[in-house]
């Protein structure tokens, strides 16, 4: 696999931050004073961090603790356009955002064509077919009828490819992700698990095929690069060949305690 990070030392920002993000296109910042966390061994990419070292991280619980956009940098479509695999690490450490919700992405697994997991694998139908829209797209299907999985089309239009969302860490909007998902703790069981994410977003499968790239509704937002990621076998796909079944195509920040299980399944980059 094609890799592009650089991993560092550890980086903890704590209560009062100051993020610089950039894309592709342009440089905007992000202003944050509020009592939040992000996912431990995350440095930004082209980004300043001034971190209170003397303030204990929180994560806010209420929304007049949220984090200011006052300037945001939504992700191009062209981040989006490429392999599903070069594209899954690369999602570490981004952030979804809707409305006053924003998650940062702590785990993915990638889905590729010709991958006897993916989707794409049944063809053109109904349901697959904002799969094979292009990159950039929202895919979202319900999983045994009861979780709505959240997936980020990934490649060219027509390659049949994506991204799953497997679990977050929560940023903003701490209570109404409580309240979505019925659960009114802190710990990582409130976002470990692709079913948690979309529920916490509040999405449906009404919600396929919408562009990530444009503001409004769904958003995918830079974000710091992680410094050290893990990577394992993908959760739940026992059906798949033994090929795809063993392939280390499931990625997550190193140290976080954001990660669903398996954990023991995911270990450094060879």
């Given at each position: 696999?094609k890799?592009s990070?650089r991993?560092?030392?550890?980086?903890?920002p704590?209560?009062?931050l100051?993020?610089?993000?950039t894309n592709?296109n342009n440089?905007q910042?992000?202003t944050?004073?509020t009592?939040m966390?992000?996912?431990?061994s995350?440095k930004?990419?082209?980004s300043?961090i001034?971190?209170?070292?003397n303030?204990k991280?929180?994560?806010?619980?209420?929304?007049?603790?949220?984090?200011?956009?006052?300037?945001?940098?939504?992700?191009?479509q062209d981040?989006?356009?490429?392999?599903a695999?070069?594209?899954?690490p690369?999602?570490?450490?981004?952030?979804?955002?809707?409305?006053?919700?924003?998650?940062?992405i702590?785990?993915v697994?990638?889905?590729?064509?010709?991958d006897s997991?993916?989707?794409g694998?049944?063809?053109?139908?109904?349901r697959t077919?904002?799969v094979?829209?292009?990159?950039?797209?929202?895919?979202?299907y319900?999983?045994?009828g009861?979780h709505?999985?959240?997936?980020?089309?990934a490649d060219?239009e027509?390659?049949?490819?994506?991204v799953?969302?497997?679990?977050?860490?929560?940023v903003?909007g701490l209570e109404?992700i409580?309240l979505?998902?019925?659960?009114k703790t802190e710990?990582?069981?409130l976002?470990a698990?692709?079913g948690?994410?979309?529920?916490?977003l509040?999405i449906?499968?009404?919600w396929?095929?919408?562009?990530?790239?444009?503001?409004?509704?769904l958003?995918?937002?830079?974000g710091p690069e992680?410094?050290?990621?893990?990577?394992?076998?993908?959760v739940?796909i026992a059906?798949?060949?033994?090929e795809?079944v063993?392939?280390?195509?499931r990625?997550a920040?190193a140290?976080s305690p954001w990660?669903?299980a398996?954990?023991?399944t995911?270990?450094?980059p060879p």
């Amino acid at each position: 696999m094609k890799r592009s990070h650089r991993f560092k030392r550890s980086i903890k920002p704590k209560k009062s931050l100051y993020i610089k993000l950039t894309n592709s296109n342009n440089e905007q910042d992000i202003t944050a004073t509020t009592s939040m966390t992000l996912s431990s061994s995350i440095k930004p990419s082209s980004s300043l961090i001034r971190a209170n070292s003397n303030l204990k991280p929180q994560i806010p619980t209420s929304s007049s603790s949220l984090i200011s956009f006052e300037k945001y940098a939504i992700l191009s479509q062209d981040f989006f356009q490429i392999d599903a695999l070069d594209l899954a690490p690369r999602l570490l450490g981004k952030f979804l955002r809707r409305d006053d919700v924003v998650l940062q992405i702590t785990e993915v697994e990638a889905y590729r064509p010709n991958d006897s997991a993916c989707h794409g694998r049944f063809g053109l139908t109904p349901r697959t077919a904002p799969v094979f829209g292009p990159g950039g797209h929202a895919y979202v299907y319900l999983c045994y009828g009861l979780h709505t999985m959240l997936n980020i089309v990934a490649d060219k239009e027509g390659v049949g490819a994506a991204v799953l969302i497997r679990s977050c860490a929560p940023v903003c909007g701490l209570e109404t992700i409580q309240l979505r998902r019925g659960q009114k703790t802190e710990k990582p069981v409130l976002l470990a698990g692709p079913g948690k994410i979309g529920q916490a977003l509040g999405i449906s499968t009404d919600w396929s095929s919408h562009p990530l790239y444009t503001p409004g509704g769904l958003e995918v937002l830079d974000g710091p690069e992680p410094e050290k990621i893990l990577i394992g076998p993908r959760v739940g796909i026992a059906y798949a060949s033994p090929e795809h079944v063993n392939a280390l195509w499931r990625f997550a920040v190193a140290d976080s305690p954001w990660i669903s299980a398996p954990k023991n399944t995911l270990g450094p980059p060879p």
